[in-house]
């Protein structure tokens, strides 16, 4: 009789067990553990709950314009690198929105109408804009601590250059005001999510 009460024992003993297992499973307590074996393209993909500029956006995202009398209507190209692939920067961005949504010819400030990565700028008023306002028009995340849903971290960094048409991207026209940084006509903008250089 000893051996068959301990026989039962056991098998009750594991039924409770994997009861205990699957609850704590469905509660998630195993989620934290499961996360430190996802690839930085799953935590990524996953991660839901990244703060983002494109949610507080500049008042000037807000702002559409007609191509007849400007104040001002200038010309940068932005490239954008993801671990060292170019990240397209789509046509249409600004044209036809929510906001925007008039006629073709009534769009944001800075808009796209290819999938060069030239953007126009264009004010009804003589002044200046930052980068950070066509990333709101845009929907995008972008600063200092990242770009779309990739943020620094212990492995990766933020590195944008600025510089003319032809020239390539060196330590010397680095800048680190991201999207503070004040548009000029004809620039190239370089935006670099990398691995961190040693």
Known sequence: MNREATFWSIVIALALAAIVVLYAQHAGLFDQDMASTVSTDEAKDTNENLASTADSPDPLSFDCVEHSGLARHDHITLQVFIDGSPYTVESAIGIQTDACN????????????????????????????????????????????????????????????????GESATADNR????????????EVIEIHYRTKSN
């Open 175 to 186: 800048v680190t005001s991201f999207d503070d940084y004040l548009l000029q006509n004809g």
């Open 102 to 165: 008039g006629n073709e010819n009534y769009m944001h400030t800075i808009h796209t109408h290819d999938d060069t990565g030239r953007l126009h700028i264009e004010l009804n008023d003589p002044g200046n804009i930052s980068l950070g306002v066509f990333f709101d028009i845009w929907g995008h995340h972008f600063n200092e601590t990242g770009i779309f849903d990739y943020r620094v971290n212990a492995t990766h960094e933020m590195v944008m250059h600025v510089h003319a048409s």
